[in-house]
């Protein structure tokens, strides 16, 4: 049954006017949202667990199992891998080097990391494009993991070098090396862009070029301790510390039953996507981000403005500087990110305004096995968890 420690719920506050557009925050409903976060346990996914806020009201719950082999129940407290959310506290590490005037945003990368970046393509790729995912550099996941050879094309994909690299030390700049000399996907600067994990693996060696530190100690020091984020860590070891859940991976259904990948070195995506958090921090991170008190607000206003940039799903979505807007027509637009990697999966937004929040994170990934045109098949667990996110958001 849903958990949901901590939460409450006041009466109704007043509209507010926000960018030339009146806002109504709808109050906390947890008996709604308890029942909502337990469809998605229902539709498929073995545990969930989620945060709410709006204003200084805070609902917490938690559906299923974080474990499938004894029934352990999952709690809203648990911490969590998180994906590529970890790009948007790599994005503020890197603006706070630009506030301190040691990293030029517009700067050619090969000014800093000639090596990693030689010639011309150095001297047209800029950080911005690093962040915003217009460099045109490859992704280097299909040369890290063999069996991914048909990355994007993930029906062509095999599961089979999951195992195989379960504890395998990735170097960075081998990874980088294999992004940088795959055929580029795009002009340095062009739109739109392609979303990369190479681009994130760059900014962590930048950090490390310009502070002399390792880019896990640069974020950690810069952007987690400030904001205080007590149970935020990017790991350098593959085992997950404190209460965790299982985290499960199907892949297209082709690991049935689906396999846990709890304990897993993420060397292999390191500031681009390793990153433990959550909920509550996640909440917490990103609602001083758009209060101005991570970044600068010129610096948030530059993370604010966003290009066309396609997904690995083959979608164009909107990009900033490690932020993305999620809008729906007619409703408030949401800032945050998304991520995945084996076996998890969380989203974290925060309205434009700074006062509705939502983070929620899973342990299951890739649920959805193909049609006959490779292309995910619908399933109950995606209406599902999007009607949990309206709720969350819009009430």
Not at 204 to 213: F, I, K, N, P, Q
């Amino acid at each position: 049954m849903p958990c949901s420690p901590g939460r409450t719920a006041d009466a109704r506050p007043a509209p507010r006017q926000t960018e030339g557009r009146m806002t109504v925050s709808n109050p906390l409903d947890p008996a709604a949202l308890d029942a909502a976060l337990e469809n998605v346990h229902r539709a498929g996914v073995p545990g969930l667990f989620a945060e709410v806020r709006d204003g200084d009201r805070v609902w917490r719950g938690a559906a299923g199992v974080a474990d499938t082999a004894t029934g352990r129940p999952v709690t809203a407290d648990m911490r969590h891998r998180v994906g590529s959310i970890t790009k948007t506290f790599t994005a503020a590490a890197v603006l706070r080097q630009v506030e301190r005037g040691t990293i030029g945003l517009d700067t050619p990368i090969g000014r800093y990391l000639p090596e990693l970046v030689p010639g011309a393509r150095g001297a047209a790729i800029t950080v911005r494009m690093l962040v915003n995912h217009t460099s045109g550099l490859a992704e280097y996941l299909p040369y890290a993991y063999p069996s991914l050879k048909s990355f994007p094309d993930l029906a062509g994909t095999r599961p089979e070098s999951l195992d195989d690299h379960r504890f395998t030390r990735f170097d960075s700049a081998d990874l980088i090396r294999m992004g940088v000399t795959a055929p580029p996907v795009g002009a340095p600067g062009g739109t739109p862009g392609f979303y990369s994990n190479t681009n994130y693996l760059l900014l962590g060696a930048l950090l490390e070029r310009v502070t002399g530190t390792t880019a896990e100690h640069c974020v950690t020091r810069d952007v987690i301790e400030p904001a205080g984020l007590q149970d935020t860590e990017l790991p350098t070891g593959p085992h997950l510390h404190g209460p965790h859940p299982r985290m499960y991976e199907a892949w297209f259904g082709m690991i049935d039953p689906p396999r846990d990948y709890s304990d897993y070195d993420m060397s292999w995506v390191g500031p681009a996507g390793a990153l433990i958090s959550t909920v509550a921090d996640l909440n917490r991170f990103y609602g001083l981000l758009l209060a101005g008190e991570i970044v600068t607000p010129s610096s948030l206003a530059e993370m604010r403005r966003t290009v066309p940039v396609v997904s690995q799903e083959g979608k164009t979505i909107a990009y900033g500087l490690g932020l993305h807007p999620m809008e729906t027509p007619g409703r408030d637009t949401f800032w945050g990110h998304g991520g995945t990697v084996w076996g998890a999966g969380a989203l974290s937004a925060i309205r434009a305004d700074g006062r509705r929040q939502v983070s929620v994170a899973v342990n299951l990934q890739r649920w959805s096995g193909f049609d006959a045109s490779g292309r995910p098949r619908p399933h109950p667990i995606d209406d599902a968890l999007a009607a949990f996110h309206r709720l969350a958001m819009y009430g």
